[in-house]
């Protein structure tokens, strides 16, 4: 029981080392057969699942917790710490996901095995396997938000998985919005905690983002600031954790209009999101505990924030028109600028080398290098403007 404890971090590395395989097949022109990495994924999945229940008896039956820190980012006043952190709570979520995440993988075989593109996604679903482990057994809030932003790319990858289908590539395109908005907003959360816990309580180690220490930063930071203002703060936190709530939702908004496997494979992706959410409020109860009867003052925030975002919501589809049409704009300017340089230094070499092989791929490159430079000093002009 104990080795599976103090390996607990092989919860992250056994998905990531599949994700791994199935890329490199995909660079070898998919040799393996799919029923060889369906295998290999399913055993990793009921691996840690194994792992996931040896933890879940050592926390639960046997009421103890285990908890790990090392330094990866050092500041000049602020330590940024990554580690594992296992209570009742996070192995009850890392049980229930790897049940879900094995049922999903199973599902998505047995029904989608024939797709020409399941071994990608296979390769997706293990991804957000490793993210969703990744929330479950962070220490602090920090680590926390670096997983949740791993979900999003992967819910992206999922959702955006048929990218001919104009209806999918919609929805993935909210749905990452929709996730940049919710954890942008849980950075914000994290940097005013990180802010009072290091300037006014001088919390510079583990301490100071600690899911174990979130009782003495919530009520610090509740007698630091005035009511109104940790009313809206706690605000903030309640709507990150709805964003998370929203993400299945989202999704059914821009559902295809046939109700395919694979658009019920996202669905399923995309609600066991909602597991996270209830992590987060979970975790960050402390600060809900002490709001009291504001509670009511919270709500209505909560609503203005929601009905200010319907109104950008409005705004964002016309923008997407927009932007997708300068996007395709400046890909065919691109594209005819590199062809006509092409051409060009093959004429060149046609002139001055009689046109062989050699020379012709040697200017082609060289004018492929040119478009390269191009495109960067474009770049950065862009950025400094």
Same mark, same amino acid.
């Given at each position: 029981?104990?080795?599976?404890?103090?390996?607990?971090?092989?919860?992250?590395?056994?998905?990531?080392?599949?994700?791994?395989?199935?890329?490199?097949?995909?660079?070898?022109?998919?040799?393996?057969?799919?029923?060889?990495?369906?295998? %290999?994924?399913?055993?990793?999945?009921?691996?840690?699942?194994?792992?996931?229940?040896?933890?879940?008896?050592?926390?639960?039956?046997?009421?103890?917790?285990?908890?790990?820190?090392?330094?990866?980012?050092?500041?000049?006043?602020?330590?940024?710490?990554?580690?594992?952190?296992?209570?009742?709570?996070?192995?009850?979520?890392?049980?229930?996901?790897?049940?879900?995440?094995?049922?999903? !993988?199973?599902?998505?075989?047995?029904?989608?095995?024939?797709?020409?593109?399941?071994?990608?996604?296979?390769?997706?679903?293990?991804?957000?396997?490793?993210?969703?482990?990744?929330?479950? %057994?962070?220490?602090?809030?920090? !680590?926390?938000?670096?997983?949740?932003?791993?979900?999003?790319?992967?819910?992206?990858?999922?959702?955006?998985?048929?990218?001919?289908?104009?209806?999918?590539?919609?929805?993935? %395109?909210?749905?990452?919005?929709?996730?940049?908005?919710?954890?942008?907003?849980?950075?914000?959360?994290?940097?005013?905690?990180?802010?009072?816990?290091?300037?006014?309580?001088?919390?510079?180690?583990?301490?100071?983002?600690?899911?174990?220490?979130?009782?003495?930063?919530?009520?610090?930071?509740?007698?630091?600031?005035?009511?109104?203002?940790?009313?809206?703060?706690?605000?903030?936190?309640?709507?990150?954790?709805?964003?998370?709530?929203?993400?299945?939702?989202?999704?059914?908004?821009?559902?295809?209009?046939?109700?395919?496997?694979?658009?019920?494979?996202?669905?399923? !992706?995309?609600?066991?999101?909602?597991?996270?959410?209830?992590?987060?409020?979970?975790?960050?109860?402390?600060?809900?505990?002490?709001?009291?009867?504001?509670?009511?003052?919270?709500?209505?925030?909560?609503?203005?924030?929601?009905?200010?975002?319907?109104?950008?919501?409005?705004?964002?589809?016309?923008?997407?028109?927009?932007?997708?049409?300068?996007?395709?704009?400046?890909?065919?300017?691109?594209?005819?600028?590199?062809?006509?340089?092409?051409?060009?230094?093959?004429?060149?070499?046609?002139?001055? !080398?009689?046109?062989?092989?050699?020379?012709?791929?040697?200017?082609?490159?060289?004018?492929?290098?040119?478009?390269?430079?191009?495109?960067? %000093?474009?770049?950065?002009?862009?950025?400094?403007?």
């Amino acid at each position: 029981m104990e080795f599976f404890v103090e390996n607990i971090n092989l919860l992250l590395f056994l998905p990531l080392i599949v994700c791994a395989i199935l890329g490199f097949n995909g660079l070898i022109s998919n040799r393996v057969e799919k029923n060889t990495l369906f295998s %290999i994924s399913i055993a990793v999945a009921l691996i840690c699942l194994i792992f996931a229940g040896a933890a879940f008896d050592y926390s639960v039956f046997n009421n103890m917790s285990v908890s790990s820190n090392f330094p990866w980012l050092a500041l000049d006043n602020i330590n940024f710490y990554l580690g594992t952190y296992l209570d009742k709570i996070s192995v009850s979520f890392l049980l229930g996901s790897g049940v879900l995440c094995v049922l999903l !993988q199973v599902f998505a075989f047995l029904k989608l095995k024939d797709t020409p593109d399941f071994n990608r996604l296979l390769l997706y679903l293990n991804l957000f396997y490793f993210a969703l482990n990744g929330i479950f %057994i962070s220490p602090n809030i920090f !680590q926390s938000y670096l997983f949740f932003e791993i979900v999003g790319v992967a819910a992206y990858l999922l959702i955006n998985f048929d990218f001919s289908n104009r209806d999918e590539s919609k929805a993935a %395109i909210k749905s990452f919005v929709f996730n940049r908005i919710g954890d942008l907003t849980l950075l914000f959360c994290v940097l005013t905690i990180l802010y009072y816990a290091v300037v006014y309580n001088q919390l510079t180690d583990a301490n100071s983002l600690s899911y174990t220490n979130m009782n003495n930063v919530s009520a610090s930071i509740n007698s630091l600031m005035s009511e109104p203002l940790f009313v809206f703060f706690c605000s903030i936190l309640m709507f990150v954790i709805v964003m998370k709530f929203m993400q299945a939702f989202i999704y059914l908004t821009f559902e295809p209009k046939e109700n395919t496997l694979l658009s019920k494979v996202i669905l399923f !992706q995309n609600a066991m999101i909602t597991l996270a959410g209830v992590y987060l409020f979970m975790r960050l109860n402390p600060f809900f505990v002490d709001l009291g009867f504001d509670w009511v003052w919270t709500l209505l925030v909560l609503a203005l924030m929601f009905l200010t975002l319907g109104v950008l919501n409005k705004l964002f589809i016309p923008f997407c028109k927009m932007m997708g049409w300068i996007e395709k704009y400046v890909v065919e300017s691109v594209i005819n600028f590199a062809e006509l340089l092409i051409r060009a230094f093959s004429y060149i070499c046609t002139k001055l !080398q009689a046109g062989n092989f050699q020379s012709y791929l040697i200017y082609s490159l060289i004018g492929l290098v040119l478009i390269f430079a191009f495109v960067l %000093i474009f770049y950065v002009l862009l950025i400094k403007v």
